[in-house]
């Protein structure tokens, strides 16, 4: 990626097992509907923030 060039987020994936740190292939993720609302509010706050 260049240097003070533009970045895309191809995917969002939320995952219940962060310990392991990876995220191989056929694993699947945890749908957002899952999450509390607070939670939920949190995560989209930040990703709002990211894409700032």
Not at 12 to 30: K, N
Request: no cysteine; aromatic share 4%.
């Amino acid at each position: 990626m260049d240097e003070g060039g533009d970045r895309r987020l191809a995917e969002i994936r939320l995952d219940d097992r962060p310990e392991d740190g990876r995220w191989p292939p056929g694993r699947a993720g945890r749908p957002f509907g899952d999450l509390d609302p607070v939670t939920a509010s949190e995560a989209l706050a930040d990703l709002a923030a990211a894409a700032s």
